[in-house]
């Protein structure tokens, strides 16, 4: 059975007041082709569908064209919501459209949605697991929300593959975030342990919109089609193909995916960036940021690059540049901070001061036994 393994499509995003409409049209053409070229068998969508809960009727629309197309060649599509979408409003109809073969699980619920596809090898089970926050779920953090919500018994003859969306790691190590992915993750309470998916032949995530593996096995991000962050310039955007063969006979392989306006970084003075703009051509018509090496106060220069950058995004000036890069490393320090951590950093900032060994061990105490609750 071949799968097509996708996420994160945020269909309906704008940056920096572009709408990525046309971007998101021009890749989702792209991976409908890829689903017929590769004869795939099923194509699963690990949430974040929409870029927000309520969508523009543009992005409903184009949506709804994609998953029509697919479903006319005959391809059943499985979906789940992610912490960007509405999980009632992309669950409607879901019963009624699961007779055209689109499966669609948007609110949490147990036992997980389950749908099982044959082929040549019998049957593949597809267990879906939208997004969920632990206090919805009844828990107090997120690894135990999915734990509550996993099978307690997989037929272990069987394949099985699940859906889901949710911040991963494994022992600890963390996936590779970009910009675009806004959530911080607090003293660990969202992050879920890759080791607990072991039961399973494929876990197809969604979350994370760098493409990565997550430990040993066959636990995937296959990371957003489009680059939404600049901090991504220089990723390869692709889909994962996914072959399942007899029991425990897995094959991956990327499927690259070519943007309508790549994200580019530029650097220079203004007037060098003009004179390089106007020999650019097509090119200067993707999506940019521009550092801007002048000492001096410049009058509207995202206004005068833009006469030959069309779609020009942001402006830099690279005696910020080292601020904007401290404020960065400082949010990527903050996710990798203990809850116990965390308040002694509070604690530092309110008195003034660092907290003594005392304190310090009070707190790590206070913070294991509330954890133990």
Known sequence: MKLIHTGDLHI????????????????LDQMLEAAREEKADAFLIAGDVYDRAVPPAEAVKLLDEFLTQLLAEGIPVLVIAGNHD???????????????????AGASRSPLKQVT????????????????????????????AVASLLPKELDEQERN???????????????????????????????????????FDYVTLGHIHKPQQM????????????????SECGHEKSINVVELLEKGEVSVKKRPLVPLHRLRKIRGSLEE??????????????????????????????GTLRSVYPNIC????????????????????????????LFADFYSLVRGSEMDEARKQVTEETVKRVEQV
Not at 86 to 104: C, D, V
Not at 164 to 179: A, C, G, K
Not at 215 to 230: E, I
Not at 274 to 286: F, I, R
């Open 12 to 27: 309906g995003k704008s940056m920096n007041d572009f709408s990525q409409l046309p971007d998101q049209r021009y890749i």
């Open 86 to 104: 509405s999980p009632e409003r992309l669950g409607f109809g879901e019963a009624i459209l699961e007779k055209q073969g689109l499966y669609i």
């Open 117 to 144: 596809l044959t082929d040549e090898y019998g049957p593949v089970n597809f267990y879906l697991m939208p997004f969920v926050r632990p206090a919805a779920a009844g828990c107090r953090t997120t690894e135990e």
């Open 161 to 199: 593959v699940l859906i889901t969306h949710f911040f991963v790691t494994w022992q600890e190590r963390e996936p590779e975030l970009s910009d675009a992915e806004t959530t911080i993750h607090v003293g660990g309470i969202d992050n879920v342990d890759g080791r607990c998916f072991a039961p």
């Open 215 to 230: 430990g040993p096995g066959n636990v995937w991000y296959a990371g957003a089609p489009l680059a939404y962050s600049f």
């Open 273 to 302: 960036l003009m004179e390089q703009g106007g020999a650019e051509g097509a090119q200067a018509e993707d999506y940019i940021q521009a550092v801007l090496t002048n000492e001096e106060e410049l009058i509207d220069p995202i």
């Open 314 to 341: 942001q402006i830099v000036l690279s005696k910020r540049e080292q601020e904007i890069r401290l404020s960065a490393m400082q949010r990527h320090a903050i996710r990798r901070k203990s809850t116990a951590e």
